[in-house]
């Protein structure tokens, strides 16, 4: 007869055992784990303590080793994407540490400039610096933007140019009205570019460098402009434009500090497959980056025109000045610790790095050095990559030491001996299903069969 004949269920002593050999697991079986550990529960993946929720997924971490994909719950805490990320916080101390290294860079050359020609430290001279530094710190702040969405817009040097030749031909229509137009047909510009972007899902240097070559082209069939006789002179002010551009570059970076913020924004980092489109979510802050960036470009050639007074086209240096800008303000967004893959980047580092390359190129002209601002954009473009590689290796999530592969737990191989035809024996390698004595091997007095009491007589 069976053990598992029907007829001795419900009978006196009959205890259903699960099986094993089936691969079933017991709902109530025992959790292998320690306190403040994971925990692994039979044939499932690891249920951290601290959260209460089994991950459903693995992810490949360092080295190619599989670890637990995060929870829900952990995906609150983390500032990488919540599909593709590592669980954690991203690391800020390397974002500190360059930024102190720019910080004693510009104190540096504010040393040399002043060593070299005091003058350019006060009066006009002074005025001049801090307008020039204003005016890059706008436009690399709109060129930081994008980079940290992922889609870097190459087109706020000419755009920046062109709203200055814009405004600087209808200054004489009022000029709070002909900004905010200005204002206004950037944005559009800007828009169109995102516009591409997110619904092709394409790069986004790709399309502003289509768009700014489209700008350049623009501008070399315009004609010099000047400002209207009589309008606002922003050179009494320089230090109150300075100091603006450094807040808004500051509370930016302070932004990107919260955790959600950081991590809508960087939504369009590429990961996987470019083609798999990154959702609404991504779509929106990128679009919103890119239209923003517009608009601060629009804001510095506005500046640049009440700075200089006038735009020259005839001899040319209109469109090298717009593709020079933008060299200068991808170069200064890099510098300042902005990752050219998006979404890391620092508090300071983009408001340093403009003034380092803003007095830079005020020391080299005091000193009688020619220094092409090309040669000066690449060497800095250069340099950035370099900080970008830093800041990718150093800056993202520690690896926790449980982040290999997570334990399955798999029952132990049990093989029963022949069964007879017409009898049955009990599995000798299973522990606990009957009760045990002292000194009869864990199968009672009757030596395990206990056939009068467990199953009566027939």
């Known amino acids: 007869m069976a053990y598992d004949d029907s007829r001795f269920r419900g009978e006196p002593g009959f205890r259903e055992e699960p099986d094993f050999r089936s691969g079933g697991v017991p709902e109530d079986a025992p959790t292998l784990g320690v306190s403040g550990q994971s925990v692994y529960t039979p044939g499932n993946y690891p249920v951290s303590p601290a959260y209460g929720a089994p991950a459903t997924e693995s992810t490949l971490g360092l080295g190619g080793a599989r670890r637990a994909a995060p929870t829900p719950q952990q995906l609150g805490d983390v500032f990488d994407d919540p599909e593709h990320g590592d669980p954690g916080r991203d690391r800020m101390a390397v974002h500190v540490l360059w930024e102190l290294v720019l910080l004693l860079g510009a104190a540096a050359l504010l ?3 002043h060593d070299a020609r005091s003058a350019a430290l006060s ?3 002074l005025e001049s610096l801090l307008l020039s530094g204003a005016e890059l710190g706008l436009v690399a702040v709109a060129m930081g933007l994008t980079v940290r969405a992922g889609a870097p817009n190459l087109a706020v040097g000419p755009i920046a140019f062109a709203a200055a030749l814009f405004f ?4 004489g229509r009022g000029l709070l009205m002909t900004a905010g137009i200005t204002g206004l047909i950037a944005v ?14 394409v790069p986004g240097w790709a399309v502003s460098l289509a768009v700014a070559f489209g700008l350049i082209s623009w501008l070399s069939d315009q004609h ?3 400002v209207v006789t009589g309008a606002y002179d922003p050179h009494p002010h320089a230090l109150w434009w300075a100091i603006a551009v450094a807040l808004v570059a500051v509370a930016g970076g302070a932004l990107g500090l919260i955790g959600p913020l950081r991590r809508a924004l960087g939504r369009f980092r590429p990961v996987r497959d470019p083609a798999a489109r990154r959702g609404g979510g991504a779509a929106a802050f990128t679009g919103l980056a890119i239209a923003g960036s517009a608009l601060l470009s629009a804001i510095a050639g506005v500046l640049i025109a009440l700075d200089q007074r006038s735009v020259t086209i005839s001899d040319g240096s209109a469109p090298l000045g717009a593709l020079t800008l933008t060299g200068l303000a ?5 510098v300042g610790g902005t990752s050219a893959f998006g979404r890391r980047g620092g508090v300071f580092g983009t408001v340093l790095a403009a003034a380092v390359i803003t007095l830079l190129l005020r020391y080299t002209a005091a000193e009688g050095w020619k220094l092409p601002q090309f040669a000066l954009a690449a060497g800095a473009i250069a340099i950035g990559l370099v900080v970008t590689r830093l800041v990718e290796t150093f800056g993202r999530p520690r690896t926790r030491p449980d982040d290999g592969e997570p334990v399955s737990w798999t029952p132990p191989s049990i093989t029963g001996p022949a069964e007879p035809a017409d ?3 009990p599995p000798s390698s299973r522990t606990g299903s009957w009760p045990s004595s002292a000194g009869d091997g864990g199968y009672g007095a009757d030596g395990g069969w206990g056939v009068e009491e467990r199953w009566g007589t027939r």
Do not use: M, P, Q, R
């Open 111 to 113: 040393y040399l400039l």
């Open 123 to 125: 009066g006009g001279e």
């Open 168 to 171: 600087t031909s209808n200054s």
């Open 188 to 201: 559009g510009v800007g828009v169109v570019i995102a516009v591409l972007v997110v619904a092709f899902h």
């Open 224 to 226: 010099d402009e000047k």
């Open 330 to 334: 991808l170069g200064a967004a890099l």
């Open 423 to 425: 009898s049955w024996s």
